[in-house]
C-alpha cells in the first residue's frame, strides 16, 4: 500500500496546528482563572484585609502563575489530535510540569500556615518563654515537610518515567549493602538530623534563646537540619554544628526565664563610707526604669591590700536590659564616688621616713661645728 505524501503532510499540519491551538488556549484559559482570582482577592484586601487572604495573596501569587495554566492544559490534552506516541510525550511533559507546579504549591501553603500560626504568637514580650518553643518546634518542622514535599515531588517525578521504574527495582535487591554503605558515609550528617530532632522536642535551645557559647554572647536565630545560627551583639553571626549543643556545655540565659541578675563591681579606698553608697545605689536603681524591682544589694565582696571590693547586684527582665542597667549604674556610682568622696578613690599610699643621723664622738661634733 503506497502513502500518498501530498495528501498526508495537509492532515499533519492540521494537527499540528489543532494540536497548538488547544495548548495555547488551554494555558490563557488558566492564565485568565489566575487572575480572575487574585484580581478578586486583591479587591477583598482592599475592602477588608484578614492576615489569610494577605497571606495567599502574598506567597502564592508566583506559584498559581504557573500552577492554573498547567492544571487547565491537563484537562485540554483529551482533545488533541496526535497520535498515541506523540500524545504520550505531551502527557508526561504535562504531567512533570503538574507535579513541580503543585508541590511549588504546597511549599508556599505551608508559609501561609506558618504565617497564621505567628500571627497569634509574637516574640516581643518579655514573657515569651512558650512562644520561643512553639517558635523552635514550628522552624524545624517547617524545614521537615518542605523536605518531605521536595523529595516525594522528585520521587513522583523520576518513577514516572519506565527505565528509572527498571533501575529502581535492581536497586532494591541490593538494597542491603547499600544502606550499609550509606551509614558508613553519612553517619555524621544523621548524626546531627537526630540531634535536630533532639533539640527541636527536649528544646536545650530554642529560637530567641540568650546563649554564651565559646566566649560569644548571643541570640539563636536559625535552627536548621544541621547547625544553628547563632546572632552575635555586634551583628556577627557565629554557625555551630548542631551536634555541638547535645555533646558541650554552653550558658543559656533564658532556658526557663529570660529575668537576670546584672552584677557592677567598683573598687575604692577603705576610707569610703559604705552605707552612703548604698543608700545612693538604692536611690539610683529605684529611678531607673530598667530595673524590675526584684534585686537592689550592695555589698563588700572582698578586701585587698590597697583597695576595698564593692558588688552591686541589680536585676532586670532580660539580659539586654541588665546589660544596660550595669552600665548606666556603673556609671553613675563612680560620678558619685567623685563627686562627693574624691579621696576615697583607689590610691596608694608610700610612707618616708627620714634619714637615720650618723654617731659622732663630741670631739668630731665640735669640730665639725
Not at 518515567?161 to 536497586?171: D, K, P, S
Not at 547563632?230 to 558541650?248: A, G, T
Not at 550595669?326 to 560620678?335: D, G, K, N, P, T
Given at each position: ?66 500552577f ?88 513522583l ?53 540568650v ?5 560569644e ?37 533564658t ?33 531607673n ?10 555589698q ?70
Open positions: 500500500m503506497k502513502l500518498n505524501l501530498p495528501e498526508l503532510l495537509p492532515d499533519q499540519a492540521e494537527a499540528v496546528l489543532h494540536t497548538l491551538a488547544l495548548v495555547a488556549g488551554g494555558l490563557a484559559v488558566g492564565l485568565l482563572i489566575k487572575f480572575v482570582v487574585f484580581r478578586v482577592l486583591r479587591a477583598y484586601n482592599k475592602r477588608e484585609t484578614t492576615l489569610l487572604s494577605h497571606s495567599v495573596a502574598k506567597h502564592l501569587n508566583h506559584a498559581s502563575t504557573f492554573f495554566p498547567v492544571l487547565t492544559l491537563l484537562f485540554v490534552l483529551p482533545l488533541v489530535p496526535l497520535s498515541p506516541k506523540h500524545l504520550g510525550i505531551l502527557e508526561r511533559v504535562a504531567v512533570t510540569a503538574f507535579v513541580v507546579t503543585f508541590a511549588w504549591g504546597l511549599v508556599k501553603t505551608v508559609d501561609v500556615i506558618e504565617d497564621l500560626i505567628k500571627q497569634h504568637y509574637q516574640l516581643d514580650g518579655d514573657n515569651n518563654l512558650q512562644v520561643r518553643k512553639l517558635f523552635t518546634q514550628l522552624q524545624f518542622v517547617r524545614k521537615l515537610v518542605v523536605s518531605i514535599i521536595i523529595f516525594v515531588a522528585m520521587a517525578i523520576l518513577m514516572s518515567f519506565a527505565t528509572v521504574r527498571r533501575i529502581g527495582t535492581g536497586l532494591l535487591t541490593s538494597a542491603g549493602i547499600a544502606s550499609v554503605i550509606v551509614g558508613f558515609a553519612a553517619q555524621r550528617s544523621i548524626a546531627n538530623l537526630l540531634a535536630g530532632f533532639q533539640i527541636a522536642f527536649t528544646q536545650p535551645i530554642r529560637i530567641d534563646d546563649l554564651v557559647v565559646e566566649g554572647w548571643g541570640r539563636v536565630e536559625e535552627i536548621t537540619f544541621t547547625y544553628v545560627v547563632l546572632r552575635i551583639w555586634d551583628e556577627r553571626r557565629l554557625v555551630l554544628p548542631i551536634n555541638y549543643f547535645i555533646e558541650k556545655p554552653f550558658q543559656n540565659w532556658r526557663t526565664a529570660s529575668q537576670l541578675i546584672g552584677t557592677v563591681f567598683i573598687y575604692t579606698d577603705y576610707t569610703l563610707p559604705v552605707d552612703e553608697v548604698r543608700a545612693e545605689l538604692k536611690r539610683l536603681v529605684e529611678k526604669p530598667l530595673w524590675d524591682k526584684r534585686v537592689c544589694v550592695l563588700v565582696t572582698d578586701s585587698k591590700e590597697r583597695t576595698m571590693e564593692l558588688r552591686a547586684l541589680m536585676s532586670a527582665s532580660n539580659s539586654s536590659r541588665a546589660f544596660d542597667l550595669r552600665c548606666e549604674i556603673r556609671e553613675q556610682l563612680v560620678a558619685f564616688i567623685q563627686t562627693n568622696y574624691p579621696d576615697s578613690l583607689p590610691k596608694t599610699r608610700t610612707t618616708m621616713d627620714a634619714p637615720e643621723q650618723p654617731f659622732l664622738p663630741s670631739g668630731a661634733v665640735a669640730e665639725a661645728s
